[in-house]
Nanobody, 125 residues
Framework: QVQLVESGGGSVQAGGSLRLSCAAS????????MGWFRQAPGKEREFVAAIAWSLGYTYYAESAKGRFIISREKAKNTVYLQMNDLKPEDTAVYYC??????????????????WGHGTQVTVSS
């Protein structure tokens, strides 16, 4: 098991930026894939971005391409989501997830077996 704690959420105006962090503890992440998901009010949780911890390959949802950047800092066992040019439709609770069964990135929510509690991001127009 790995414990995940998100931070960095908040309120920002449209066009602004936020950087979310996900600190992992409990196990090393060397053979994991990490992902960010989000859930807006009244909507299902959706994939945002993923990263292969070992090699750093990344994968983005279409809505995130060109605006969001996922990265990891091995020394701190932390994954980041840099979000730029934020829009009101980015408003959601953002969740960090770890896929421990295989280091392969995926957009499928049920392939991730460890989840954080989420951090709220609110973007006003």
């Amino acid at each position: 098991q790995v414990q995940l704690v998100e931070s960095g959420g908040g309120s920002v105006q449209a066009g602004g930026s936020l950087r979310l962090s996900c600190a992992a503890s409990g196990r090393t992440l060397s053979s994991y894939a990490m992902g960010w998901f989000r859930q807006a009010p009244g909507k299902e949780r959706e994939f945002v971005a993923a990263i292969a911890w070992s090699l750093g390959y990344t994968y983005y949802a279409e809505s995130a391409k060109g605006r969001f950047i996922i990265s990891r800092e091995k020394a701190k066992n932390t994954v980041y989501l840099q979000m730029n040019d934020l829009k009101p439709e980015d408003t959601a609770v953002y969740y960090c997830a770890a896929r421990t069964i295989a280091p392969i990135m995926t957009h499928l929510e049920n392939e991730y077996d460890n989840w954080g509690h989420g951090t709220q991001v609110t973007v006003s127009s």
